[in-house]
């Protein structure tokens, strides 16, 4: 069973920055790939940006440029580095992990965290 706990959501204006983290429990994590998705209010859950065990990313159109993620397997975490915030980037903020391929789609990651508030003012 794997844990994953987020943190480093809060409030920033358009334009600022904000480092979320995700600290994961487990021997596996090294082996897993891990990603981040959002979810606004009314809309539906999606991928913003993914890190496979090989350290290759991806990320979604929205946030390319923008946003980095990392990992540090010593630490067994992972980050999103957001920057040039926009209030479109208002959501909740999912850290979740699998060992599949690194892929858009929720259903192919099987542990979640429960989510970090970032809310970007205009």
């Known amino acids: 069973q794997v844990q994953l706990v987020e943190s480093g959501g809060g409030l920033v204006q358009a334009g600022g920055s904000l480092r979320l983290s995700c600290a994961a429990s487990g021997r596996t994590f090294v082996t897993y790939t891990m990603a981040w998705f959002r979810q606004a209010p009314g809309k539906e859950r999606e991928f913003v940006a993914g890190v496979a065990w090989s350290r290759s990313t991806f990320y979604s159109d929205s946030v390319k440029g923008r946003f980095t993620i990392s990992r540090d397997n010593t630490k067994n975490t992972i980050y999103l580095q957001m920057n040039s915030l926009k209030p479109e980037d208002t959501a909740v903020y999912y850290c979740?992990?699998?060992?599949?391929?690194?892929?858009?789609?929720?259903?192919?990651?099987?542990?979640w965290g429960q989510g970090t508030q970032v809310t970007v003012s205009s």
């Open positions: 979740t992990g699998g060992s599949g391929r690194l892929g858009m789609n929720d259903y192919e990651y099987r542990y």
